[in-house]
């Protein structure tokens, strides 16, 4: 069983625009879309005081992957230039110094500058705010991916009405682009791919493609089943 240690309580939300300062906590072998829920393990030292400090604010810190997970002790060099910033929700004191967050992602950050290293990795990061296309490229953009996504839903059923539903009521079509990704995308390098993509047309290509593949995927292990 978790021991809680600390739901975050409910504090003003951070006003995510333009350049803000925020520890790092590097992932190993995950990443996080803006608005998706994660529940991730963290241990090490410079990890755990990022935590802390993030805690000591609004909850608030900049989730990078690292570029190899095998690395115990990194360096900016290892951490992908972009990542998300995400909202601590609840820490679990887990075993021995692992602990377990829950975090929601808020918004996609590029790291411009390392401050400090020490006690963990404090960044200066520039917020990455999403253009919305043109009205007839949003719609046919939309009906794509929502039709993809309904199709790719059917196919796995593993989600319930109630989530489909929650995915395909999305207002904007960035916001529609992350909830279809959370569900669809399974790969690292893909997932990684998509928080990198800061062309939110380009994105949502990216995600129909990622779709297709993994449906025609889909066929053929029915065909051999």
Known sequence: AFLLLSPLMEVKKMDLHG??????????GIAVLPSEVMHCDIGRKKTLSAMESALSDEGYALFVSQKNAKIVDVTPEDLYSIGTICRIRQVFRIQ?????LLVTGAARARIVGIISENPHYTAQVEVIEDVEPDEYTTEALR????EGFTEHASQRDRLTQEQKDAVLS???LSELTDAVAQHVVSKLEDKQKLIEEVDLVSRAASLLGIIENELM?????????
């Open 143 to 146: 009906r794509r991916l929502s």
């Open 19 to 28: 350049t803000v300062t925020l520890p790092v906590i590097p992932l190993r």
């Open 217 to 225: 995927v889909m066929q053929v292990d029915r065909r051999i089943a």
């Open 170 to 172: 999305q207002s904007s």
């Open 96 to 100: 021995n110094d692992t602990v377990h």
